[in-house]
Every structure is written in structure tokens, then in C-alpha cells.
């Protein structure tokens, strides 16, 4: 049996008649985030007052995963549009989400996050090594390799990339865009970037394809 749950929230709204000076409140219920296999993860993306830790299950080091006061972009754009009601499309959220990472120190979504601050740290600013599908597609956009398939998160792209290949800077010259496009998995990733030294590129062209498209989306 498959049980699910999701955060239900009121909202209260407080106005003042002008005629007679009087406040008035209305309570209105708002759905929060999607539907979950547990009560507590209907709430973490919601109590950042504290921010979060990391327990490293082969040292025991403690590693903060996320900063106090800090949410993301996501929840904050579903916080404006259900509860203070402005809309935010998907054009806003890229500017912002692009203005953030040019005022950020070094750039990046969530530069204390451990995996990221591993990636960051040790692979970037450490070994110079580059991503070989951002190197091949630095237009693509929702390239996940893993979702939560028990709340259907494939079905909407929502997920995480957690596949990489990084090589050394003197590699890239081998390294050429496979005939099958941009696509999802490891075994995809293997596929697209073949290395070779053979000329041309051939496979779906990242300057003319949509990255938000079906085509360049399904694996």
C-alpha cells in the first residue's frame, strides 16, 4: 500500500474597509510542494530558518548541506505565487537564478552543498577538469539523471544529475558529440560523448535545438 501525503497550509489575509476604518481577515487553504512518501518530507524544503547538516556516514563529519535563511529558487517562486499571489515565469526565474550565480563567490546554486563543494573545490579549482556535457551542451537545460520515481517526479522533469564524465583539459580535443543527442542515464552519457579523434560532430545540434524540448528531453 503506497501512501502519500502534502503540506496544507492557511494563509491569512488581513484588509481594512475604507469605509469604516475596520480590518477584516480572510483564511484561505493553499496546497504547498507536491505529494510525498512521508509527513516529515512535506516540510524540509519549508524550514530553512535553521538551514541543514550532512552526517558523512564514513567519517561522521558534520557538513552544512544548506545555510540558514536560504531556500531555493523554486520554493521561493511557489511561496510568491500561492501566497502573496505575483506570478513568476519562467523567464524571471532564469534572470534571477543567473543574477545570483554572478553575485555569488565562485558561482553555483548551492556552493555549501557537499557534493557541489567536493565538485567545486577538488575537480574544478583543484584539477581544472571539465564537464564533458556542459562543455558539449552549455545551452542545455533540465538534463536530469535521477528522479523520485514512487511521486512520478520523471513525468516532470524534476530531479537531480547525479552522472557525470570529467577528463582533463588536454582530452577534450578527443572528445565529440555521439549520433544520438542529449540524453538522460549513464549509459546515455557513455554513448554521447565517445572519445575519438575523429572530425566533425554530427548527432542533434545544441545551437539549433530546443533544450526544452520533447526531443532533447526524452532518453
Given at each position: 500500500k503506497f501512501q502519500k501525503y502534502r503540506l496544507l497550509i492557511t494563509v491569512v489575509t488581513t484588509t481594512t474597509n475604507e469605509k469604516d476604518g475596520?480590518?477584516?481577515q480572510r483564511e484561505r487553504k493553499v496546497y504547498l510542494g507536491k505529494h510525498e512518501t512521508r509527513q516529515d518530507y512535506c516540510l524540509w524544503r519549508y524550514e530553512f530558518a535553521e538551514g541543514s547538516k550532512y552526517i558523512c556516514p564514513r567519517t561522521g563529519d558534520s557538513k552544512v548541506s544548506s545555510r540558514a535563511n536560504t531556500l531555493t529558487l523554486g520554493v521561493l517562486r511557489e511561496l510568491v505565487q500561492k501566497v502573496a499571489g505575483i506570478p513568476w515565469d519562467?523567464?524571471?526565474?532564469?534572470?534571477?537564478?543567473?543574477?545570483?550565480?554572478?553575485?555569488?563567490?565562485?558561482?553555483?546554486?548551492?556552493?555549501?552543498?557537499p557534493p557541489?563543494?567536493?565538485?567545486?573545490?577538488?575537480l574544478v579549482q583543484k584539477r581544472n577538469m571539465v564537464d564533458v556535457v556542459r562543455h558539449l551542451?552549455?545551452?542545455?537545460?533540465?538534463?536530469?539523471t535521477c528522479w523520485n520515481q514512487?511521486?512520478?517526479?520523471?513525468?516532470?522533469?524534476?530531479g537531480a544529475r547525479i552522472d557525470y564524465i570529467w577528463v582533463d583539459p588536454e582530452l577534450l580535443p578527443l572528445v565529440q558529440p555521439g549520433e544520438g543527442g542529449l540524453r538522460c542515464g549513464i549509459a546515455a552519457a557513455v554513448a554521447e560523448t565517445t572519445a575519438s579523434n575523429t572530425e566533425g560532430s554530427g548527432g542533434n545540434n545544441p545551437n539549433t535545438m530546443d533544450p526544452l524540448s520533447e526531443q532533447a528531453a526524452l532518453c
Open positions: 475596520k480590518q477584516q519562467d523567464a524571471m526565474l532564469r534572470h534571477i537564478a543567473s543574477t545570483l550565480v554572478l553575485l555569488q563567490d565562485g558561482g553555483g546554486a548551492c556552493p555549501v552543498n557541489r563543494a567536493w565538485i567545486d573545490t577538488y551542451y552549455p545551452q542545455a537545460q533540465g538534463r536530469y514512487n511521486t512520478n517526479r520523471r513525468y516532470e522533469n524534476e
